[in-house]
């Protein structure tokens, strides 16, 4: 059974929806056969004979029929609770009503069926329901188990974190058993997530069950997140950011639904018992390489004191730009961004003392009248231009709009900078712009070029000299423009990026 729920669970969706389906069907016809033999009934006619199968045949269809307009192929197994078990109930006790009152219509037309009453719709109905209800909790069962008991919490258990574990079944065993001999008990597993890809899903170690294993562990925490309201602590086991190639994504999972992400180190002997050493997961391991150290003092000296324009600022990059701009001592910063809701929870997480230095528009930076007067009337020393469309399957069908925003947006933006003189004009690329094979790459390549031309055009000095048009006079020296200065900066794959 176990290998079937494995099998099943590796299939796409609507595959998998169609074997559901199929075994249903085939629960009612044995859900049939056991209700005559429970009953010890003597039909009247052959089960096997053309009006038989014909019988056969017309319950199947009844049942398929029923079952699908009772939803009980309208949710995940995995997530099976009381009002899918409902839909179950629902959908046997229809049928079997609309089989009874079939039979009472055919002895009402035809002729009586010897050896049929009401007894065997009683008892078809008790055993379609259990046959039907029992793989889906099975299934569940499999997938959570023990993480049923665990996860309900009781008054006095608020404090013990409830955790899944990542990692090898040996170190399992290990965290498993001191979780539970610590005293005070401060963790509980709920469900073990194997890194061996061999090993069988639905084990348990010490009653709790493995729910994952390669390469399925982000699909299934994904699905654990979504469906466990009660789960506080991601562990992973010791060098397992070096044998899981979806680590990050796994962390980024975990950190987006509020779930604390530790690594186990070891344990540390107290007493007769042992405490696990949970260290946090940093950003080095994450990323496999040593951070780069951020030069506070440089950036500083760039915007401290300074009117700061960030477009795009309630967007994962722009959000960022705008807090440190505050936290780096910028006289004030302006938010231009066209979401409202991102505008709100950008205003959530400012400081209260930041606040006051803080102002935002909702505007499309590919409405140029507007953006010169934002600009004119704010004076900005910089413009960060972070304001961009970048999902990269989105825009492949959506080209359109990624040329308005990330090309002409750009554009709108960097010419009345110019007009009005900004200092500093600031676009934040994409590294898909290095060879593009996108609709994303092009539109920041496009992007990145508008921008050179610009840095061109008004870091050039003047064809005129010093006294006009009219001033020929030799020896008069060119003068140069107190211009814009344009910079285009490119970003790789943003860790925990809204929409990546």
């Given at each position: 059974m ?7 669970s590796?299939?796409?969706p609507k595959?998998?929806r ?15 056969a056991?209700?005559?033999t ?14 038989g ?32 078990f409902?839909?179950?109930l629902k959908?046997?006790?229809s049928?079997t009503v ?6 009472i219509?055919?002895?009402s037309?035809?002729?009586p069926?010897?050896g049929?009453?009401?007894r ?8 379609s329901f ?8 099975y ?10 008991r665990i ?28 979780t539970?001999?610590?005293v ?15 090993a069988?899903?639905g084990?348990?170690i010490q009653?709790v069950?493995v ?5 399925r562990?982000?699909?299934v ?5 979504k ?6 602590l991601l562990i ?9 190639e ?6 980024r999972?975990a950190?987006?639904s509020?779930?604390?992400v ?6 540390s ?17 994450i ?10 003092a ?12 960030v ?7 722009g ?11 910028a ?8 979401s ?11 400081d ?30 910089i ?10 399957p989105?825009l492949e069908?959506n080209?359109e ?6 090309v002409?947006g750009?554009?709108a933006?960097?010419?009345?900078a ?14 898909k ?15 990145e070029q508008?921008v ?9 000095p003047s064809p005129?000299?010093a ?12 003068v ?11 970003f ?9």
């Open positions: 176990t290998a079937y729920v494995e099998a099943v590796g299939l796409r595959m998998r169609a074997i559901i389906m199929v075994q249903d069907l085939v629960m009612v016809l044995i859900a049939v056991l209700s005559l429970l009953s010890q009934s003597r039909l009247s006619f052959d089960a096997f004979s053309s009006g199968l014909a019988c056969w045949a017309l319950i199947v269809l009844l049942a398929h029929l029923l079952f699908r307009t009772c939803g009980l192929y309208s949710t995940v197994w995995r997530f099976a609770s009381t009002p899918d409902f839909n179950i959908g046997c006790g049928l609309v089989l009874y009152l079939a039979s219509a055919y002895r037309f035809f002729q069926v010897a049929l009453n009401e065997q719709f009683i008892v078809f109905f008790l055993v259990t046959i039907i209800s029992a793989p889906r909790l299934y569940r069962f499999l997938r959570d188990g023990a993480s049923w996860l309900r919490r009781a008054a006095g258990d608020a404090s013990i974190k409830q955790a899944l574990f990542i990692g090898r079944l040996s170190e399992a065993d290990v965290i498993v058993r001191f539970r001999t610590a005070p008990a401060e963790y509980a597993i709920a469900g073990i997530m194997a890194t061996e890809a061999g069988p899903l084990t348990q009653g069950p729910v994952a294993l390669r390469p562990l982000v699909e925490l994904e699905e654990y997140v469906g466990t309201e009660n789960l506080d992973f086991g010791k060098g397992v950011e070096r044998e899981i979806d680590y990050a994504e796994l962390v999972v950190r987006h509020g779930i604390a530790v690594q186990f180190s070891g344990l002997e107290l007493g007769q018992g042992g405490k696990l050493v949970l260290d946090a997961v940093e950003m080095e391991t990323m496999r390489r040593s951070a780069v150290a951020t030069d506070i440089r950036i500083g000296a760039f915007v401290g004191g300074k009117r700061v324009l477009t795009g600022g309630a967007g994962s990059i959000r960022v730009l705008v807090k440190r701009a505050l936290e780096l001592g006289e004030a910063v302006l938010v231009a961004d066209n409202e809701f991102g505008i709100f929870q950008l205003d959530q997480i400012i209260e003392k930041d606040r006051d230095r803080l102002a935002s528009r909702i505007v499309d930076v590919t409405d140029r009248p507007h953006m010169m007067r934002l600009v004119s009337e704010f004076k900005p020393a413009i960060f231009h972070a304001a961009a469309l970048k999902h990269v989105l069908e080209w709009a990624a040329i308005e925003t990330n002409f750009t554009l933006c960097a010419e009345v110019a007009e009005c003189g900004v200092p500093q004009f600031l676009l934040i690329s994409s590294d712009a290095v060879d593009p094979s996108s609709v994303l790459g092009v539109t920041k390549r496009a992007a508008i050179s031309s610009l840095h061109e055009t008004h870091a050039a005129f000299p006294g006009g048009l009219n001033g020929r006079h030799a020896g008069v020296p060119t140069r423009r107190p211009g814009t200065k344009f910079i285009a900066v490119r790789g794959n943003v860790f925990g990026s809204n929409g990546s």
